[in-house]
């Protein structure tokens, strides 16, 4: 079986294997390191992506993860089946074998389990997450109760080890980790809020399927079948099935669905009477027609269009999701303070594979004066503003110095790598780097500030704006997220230590 193609959210999810895989010891991975260093040059997280797939292509995972597709393939088939069976049951219970139908129950046999269903999604679709730290293995209710679509992913749980262990006695352990590769895929698809969306379009997509077969049952035993629609009550009133008839019809006539009136509501609880069922069956029979259409327009106003739209909205905001997986950050594992870990210790050992950068390298002979006064220019200190607001005045009111470099970088993609361009060919002797005091960091600051600060010998942050109110509270943040991610660093919180900072020699 071929290996599937590395598309960001297979590398996601055998990123997420492998730091699974890897939190009882290190594999070995010294070749696997190498190779991510030499194919992703200077970029962290692609790197580390890459590792994790060479890694898993050697150990089976990129193998198992089709397998594991294989499986849920099929247990989609096999519920599609289930669904069909469930349809055709459902549509023989509501007709009857007499051909006589109670329509409201008929109405409520179609649509009565579909909206319960219906309703317990909406409902746990707008509960707040309780459960982010469920194991991904236990199907958390967070995936919006989409009963349909959790039967689906343990269903392919089970194939998936029966799959792969028939495949080949070779691959005695490409089963397990099929099903490891599902909850790893579970995990990424919680931490991008993916995962209510996928199980509930699989459900709204089985429940389509039904709805969608239960009416082409129903429009052929109407076409081909006489079929006499009544009503019978012990306690209602004929008031209130009409009402009943003329609300439920209301929206399936703007569909272009025939509804009864209020003589065929009339004709069908003279003919549900047992004394008069003759004297009105002939009456009755012209307006039989009116009743098979309201009764499939309900069936399809109500059941297979919410459900076909729905599954087209899950499907949109999976498409949605998947686009946040083209930053290779956001396919990193996220989902414990031990994977954050993982994650810092593979970028150091990248950092550790990257040639050395020689700050003062020895020289054969003294420097002219004007080659002297160039190396001076080109080693200017650098203030880089990162992310700040539109608000903010930048840059800054400084005293003028010429020597002194000012960039601003916006948080995009192509402005923080043609910063580091520029830092890489001409190395600053200090590196300022200004952000907002009221800010988050986060895993896009921490990685340009590495790798910023491999071309500076100096690197400090600078908070701003510099007032004392502006920065309550947010300093202490910062400074513990200084210490952990570029130790020794400094950090600035007024514009005159910026200033002192820039010019020390």
């Not at 939190?23 to 390191?33: E, P, Q, R």
């Not at 409520?108 to 509960?127: E, R, T, Y």
């Not at 089970?158 to 089963?175: E, H, Y």
């Not at 079929?227 to 099935?241: D, G, P, V």
Request: net charge positive; hydrophobic share 55%.
């Amino acid at each position: 079986m071929n290996a599937p193609a590395d598309t960001p959210l297979a590398q996601a999810v055998i990123a997420q294997a492998v730091q699974g895989l890897e939190s009882t010891g290190w594999l070995d991975d010294a070749g696997a390191l190498r190779q991510a260093a030499r194919e992703k040059p200077g970029e962290r997280p692609a790197q580390y992506l890459r590792r994790a797939w060479l890694l898993g292509e050697r150990l089976g995972l990129t193998q198992a993860l089709e397998q594991a597709r294989a499986a849920l393939g099929l247990a989609l088939i096999a519920l599609a089946l289930a669904v069909a069976l469930a349809a055709l049951g459902l549509e023989r219970a509501a007709l009857g074998a007499e051909r006589t139908i109670n329509a409201a129950a008929a109405l409520a046999a179609l649509l009565g389990p579909h909206l319960l269903a219906l309703a317990v999604w909406l409902a746990a679709l707008m509960l707040p997450k309780r459960l982010s730290g469920q194991l991904p293995g236990q199907l958390p209710q967070a995936s919006g109760g989409a009963l349909l679509g959790r039967m689906a992913w343990r269903l392919a749980q089970r194939m998936a080890q029966r799959v792969a262990s028939r495949a080949s006695r070779r691959l005695a352990r490409s089963g397990a980790n099929a099903a490891r590769l599902l909850d790893a895929s579970a995990t990424v698809l919680q931490r991008l809020r993916l995962w209510p969306w996928l199980l509930g379009g699989i459900s709204h997509g089985i429940w389509a399927l039904a709805f969608a077969l239960a009416l082409a049952l129903l429009l052929f035993d109407f076409a081909f079948r006489a079929y006499r629609l009544t009503w019978e009550t012990t306690i209602l009133s004929s008031h209130a099935f009409a009402a009943f008839v003329q609300a439920s019809g209301w929206l399936p006539a703007r569909l272009g669905f025939a509804v009864p009136d209020a003589a065929a509501v009339q004709q069908a609880l003279a003919a549900s009477a047992p004394a008069s069922a003759t004297l009105a069956s002939s009456a009755a029979a012209a307006n039989q027609s009116a009743w098979a259409w309201w009764l499939m327009g309900c069936v399809f106003t109500y059941g297979l269009l919410p459900r076909a739209l729905l599954a087209a909205f899950c499907l949109w905001r999976w498409r949605q999701g998947l686009g946040r997986l083209a930053q290779p950050d956001a396919a990193l594992p996220a989902d414990s303070p031990e994977a954050l870990l993982h994650v810092r210790q593979v970028f150091a050992r990248l950092d550790a594979l990257a040639p050395a950068v020689v700050m003062d390298a020895e020289r054969p002979a003294p420097c002219s004066e004007s080659a002297a006064s160039a190396h001076a220019a080109s080693a200017a200190p650098a203030l880089i503003g990162f992310e700040l607001p539109p608000e903010l005045p930048w840059p800054p009111a400084l005293p003028a110095s010429p020597a002194l470099r000012i960039l601003n970088v916006d948080g995009s993609s192509a402005q923080r790598q043609a910063a580091l361009a520029e830092l890489a060919a001409h190395p600053p002797a200090a590196l300022l780097l200004a952000c907002h005091a009221s800010a988050s960091p986060d895993r896009g600051a921490a990685r340009f500030l590495r790798e910023a600060a491999r071309h500076a010998p100096r690197t400090a942050l600078w908070l701003v704006p510099a007032d004392e109110a502006a920065q309550a509270g947010h300093a202490a943040r910062w400074q513990n997220w200084l210490r952990a991610e570029k130790p020794g660093a400094a950090l600035l919180a007024s514009k005159a230590s910026a200033l002192a900072w820039l010019q020390k020699p």
